[in-house]
């Protein structure tokens, strides 16, 4: 059973830094692609970033483009996501994402919340 287990979320004041981390399990395929989606109240869910496990290509939103860096450690199949910077725009609940062939797999979130 693939399962994909998010932390690192809180409250930190707008110029701060957080990361999160995504601990994935239960799959032992080579080719995946895995990333962050955010979902602001009221909002709907939308892509932060991701990688490819096969080429190690990163996908950014341009809202988050030289603030964000997402990394993969393989061997120890975590995702993590290095957040500087931060605004009060980047407010939301943070998903781990993984698309494994024709299949889509969810984390439970976690909160980040910035503060102006």
């Known amino acids: 059973e693939v399962q994909l287990v998010e932390s690192g979320g809180g409250l930190v004041q707008a110029g701060g830094s957080l990361r999160l981390s995504c601990a994935a399990s239960g799959f032992t395929f080579d080719d995946y692609a895995i990333g962050w989606f955010r979902q602001a109240p009221g909002k709907e869910r939308e892509g932060v970033s991701c990688?490819?496990?096969?080429?190690?290509?990163?996908y950014y939103a341009d809202s988050v483009k030289g603030r964000f860096t997402i990394s993969s450690d393989n061997a120890k199949n975590t995702l993590r996501l290095e957040m500087n910077d931060l605004k009060p725009e980047d407010t939301g609940v943070y998903y781990c994402?993984?698309?494994?062939?024709?299949?889509?797999?969810w984390g439970q979130g976690t909160q980040v919340t910035v503060s102006s």
């Open positions: 994402n993984l698309q494994l062939g024709l299949n889509t797999y």
């Open positions: 990688i490819s496990s096969s080429t190690g290509s990163t």
